[in-house]
């Protein structure tokens, strides 16, 4: 085993499932990537990204029971049993090895206030003859607002031959359509804001043509849908965008991860993808520290009683730093202090009175060259993580100040840091932090509605006002994101009829839901983008910022002032 080839993550998921089995994994579907079989007898597969030779040929792989996507590229993603790990490793021209990772959704379109309406009439754009992809969690196929455009489905989900960008999963076309449901409502309601097709809640780009992708949400196969989207889209010799209303924090962020990368490589004239910024701004997800040369540092973590089942910690740290890392557990006892393992395999294990801790601690990142250290916090036995409040201790053995920021992980959201280490900024994850992406925060237009049983509804945000739970910016680099704001509050859109989330308070009518988001305001940006790519199919997504950044304004700031939450700004639609 080539244990440096291993991303942290799935060191410490290897390391799991070497020591106590499949049974060892379950927590970890969700963050690593890992597919629970639902046979005794069968391999417990992950889903991963491998970097390796451009040109590599990796079709014998199959033979190790490794199923790679692709067969050309320097990032492909691939299915495979978590003992094929070894073998794979081998592989000369395989150069790095990481997890998929489950990505969450980022939860009348106002166009009035960014004066859509006024853009639409005096230059006549609809989107016609332009592609919207949505990877999501599915479309209506029956919703009226979508009539006659869907032109293909490729829902990841059912079983089904797959198609080019990977094999699994069913493409649907025609009649076909309707065997897809979108049972959570997110993705048919992005969609509408993008271009529903209604008199009183249309969307930006009425007449553009849909390819929706429903997924897992395993970034991994974002990327495979990222991928089809264009494909589809050149065959039919269309320009495209793709929405994604989505994201994650088990990244650098700095736009080096595997997905942001991907869409790096695929966006290009006619070829634009638009993200979430991210739903975190009021979540203390994030922590930093400065550790002086010879000190050390703590950043203290808060875990609610009997309510985690497993909790990670994602750090990040310039590669010219030393660090070494330590736990400390609300009971006051410790980890040694770990520092960086070059040789063999980084992982060590601890077991605690009152926890299991395990810490990765490699060497630097080979695709950015930064120190990543993951740490994972179990109960002994099958207790839950103690509540209570936990230090994660640094020490600096460089001869420099070193900056550190970490990221809690845990899949329900009950941990969170707290003290003065807590940061209010660099919370926009993958793919958001993909340099060619257009990344969105969202803008409150709306903080009252009628709903469905005619009774009046108010939410507790600040009206024409960046929205409190949009995620901060910039990027770990200090690269500037988000790039623009826009409506994500609260906005009328599609209603799927098999959807199960949607309460009766945030229904309008049968057809229509209200729901608030980064993921509302980016299909919005999304819709724009696809009247843009109408007017100039070649616009590439360089040509696209700078249009909707000269055309954005932050209240009392002069123009072309950048702030962290708000991006450059709300876009107005006016003069396009």
């Known amino acids: ?333 410790v980890t040694p202090f770990q520092k960086i393992i070059t040789k063999d395999n980084p992982t060590q294990d601890y077991q605690l009175a009152d926890a299991q801790v395990q810490i990765a601690t490699p060497g630097p990142d080979p695709i950015n060259g930064d120190h990543n250290f993951f740490v994972q916090i179990r109960g002994n036995g099958t207790m839950p993580v103690m509540g209570g409040i936990w230090q994660l201790r640094i020490r600096n053995t460089g001869s420099s100040e070193t900056r550190l920021d970490v990221w809690t992980l845990d899949d329900s959201s009950a941990v969170f840091f707290t003290g003065k280490s807590v940061q209010d900024a660099v919370k926009i994850g993958s793919p958001g932090a993909a340099k060619s992406a257009v990344t969105v925060a969202s803008y409150t237009t709306k903080v009252k509605y009628t709903d469905i049983d005619a009774k009046p509804q108010e939410v507790g945000l600040e009206l024409h006002d960046i929205s409190d739970f949009s995620s901060e910016g910039p990027l770990r680099n200090d690269a500037k994101k988000p790039d623009v704001a826009a409506p994500g509050a609260m906005i009328v859109s599609t209603l799927s009829s098999t959807a199960q989330g949607f309460g009766r308070s945030s229904m309008i009518n049968s057809k229509f839901v209200v729901s608030a988001g980064t993921s509302m305001a980016t299909p919005f940006v999304t819709g724009l983008v696809a009247l843009l790519l109408q007017r100039n199919p070649k616009l590439d997504p360089a040509g696209v910022k700078e249009l909707l950044r000269k055309n954005s304004s932050i209240p009392q700031k002069a123009a072309g002032t950048f702030d962290s939450k708000w991006g450059f700004g709300l876009i107005d639609a006016k003069n396009l």
Not at 64 to 78: H, M, P, Y
Not at 192 to 215: C, F, N, R
Not at 218 to 238: M, P
Not at 269 to 277: K, L
């Open 1 to 333: 085993m080539r244990h440096q080839k291993l991303s942290p993550g799935l060191l410490l998921a290897y390391e799991d499932y070497q020591r106590e089995g499949a049974q060892a994994l379950i927590p970890q579907t969700r963050s690593l990537g890992i597919m629970a079989s639902r046979s005794a007898i069968a391999q417990t597969k992950s889903i991963v990204f491998i970097y390796c030779d451009e040109d590599a040929d990796l079709r014998h792989l199959l033979q190790q029971g490794i199923e790679v996507n692709q067969n050309t590229g320097s990032v492909r993603t691939a299915f495979l049993p978590l003992s094929s790990l070894d073998p794979l490793s081998e592989e000369a021209v395989v150069h790095r090895i990481k997890p998929s990772r489950k990505m969450h959704l980022r939860m009348d379109v106002a166009k009035k206030d960014v004066h859509v309406s006024e853009f639409q009439n005096k230059s006549g754009l609809t989107g016609e003859k332009v592609v919207i992809g949505v990877v999501d969690t599915g479309i209506d196929p029956k919703h009226p607002a979508f009539k006659g455009r869907i032109l293909r489905i490729w829902d990841q989900t059912l079983p089904g031959p797959g198609v080019k960008e990977g094999a699994y999963g069913a493409e649907l076309s025609k009649d076909q359509l309707t065997i897809s449901q979108d049972i959570e409502g997110h993705g048919t309601h992005v969609a509408g804001i993008a271009s529903a097709a209604d008199s009183t809640y249309s969307g930006v780009a009425p007449k553009a043509e849909l390819v929706i992708v429903k997924s897992d949400l395993q970034d991994a196969h974002i990327a495979d849908a990222v991928r089809y989207i264009f494909r589809v889209a050149s065959e039919l010799k269309r320009p495209a965008v793709v929405n994604l209303s989505l994201g994650g924090h088990a990244d650098a962020h700095d736009g080096s991860d595997s997905l942001s990368k991907i869409i790096d490589a695929e966006t290009g004239p006619g070829r634009i993808v638009c993200c979430a910024a991210g739903n975190e701004g009021n979540d203390n997800i994030h922590a930093q520290a400065k550790v002086s040369t010879s000190r050390m540092s703590t950043i203290r973590l808060n875990v609610p009683q009997n309510q985690v089942g497993i909790a990670w910690l994602n750090g990040w740290y310039s590669g010219k730093g030393q660090l070494e890392v330590s736990v400390r557990t609300p009971n006051g006892f």
